[in-house]
Nanobody
Framework: VKLVESGGGPVQAGGSLRLSCTAS????????MGWGRQTPGRLRELVAT???????DYPWYVKGRFTLSSDGAKTTVHLQMDNLRSEDTGVYFC??????????????WGQGTQVTVSS
């Protein structure tokens, strides 16, 4: 499986960034796709996901500021991040979970892209 990420970089607080990720090479169906992040002092966490039925989920601390969109096949996702805060600084990773009933589930993470929010 190959995950190609783009976007990220430096931005001032209150600004916006857009991350994109495209997955290829999976032989099984998408279960979940989205973005996670690793911020200083915290474990890696998912910040936006879409499942195979199209349900999108966010943790409370990004809800209303982050917007995830996807293509119909759920192999490309875009994360629009608005009103960024200094605590959003970290490395953002594309997340991809695939599988099939009776066969198993596999998770993949992208290589990560740095987001730096300055106040």
């Amino acid at each position: 499986v190959k995950l190609v990420e783009s976007g990220g970089g430096p931005v001032q607080a209150g600004g916006s960034l857009r991350l994109s990720c495209t997955a290829s090479g999976a032989d099984f169906e998408t279960i979940v796709m989205g973005w996670g992040r690793q911020t200083p002092g915290r474990l890696r966490e998912l910040v936006a996901t879409i499942d195979s039925t199209g349900v999108i989920d966010y943790p409370w601390y990004v809800k209303g500021r982050f917007t995830l969109s996807s293509d119909g096949a759920k192999t490309t996702v875009h994360l629009q991040m608005d009103n960024l805060r200094s605590e959003d600084t970290g490395v953002y990773f594309c997340y991809y979970r695939v599988g099939r009933a009776g066969a198993g589930v596999w998770e993949f993470w992208g290589q990560g892209t740095q987001v730096t929010v300055s106040s």
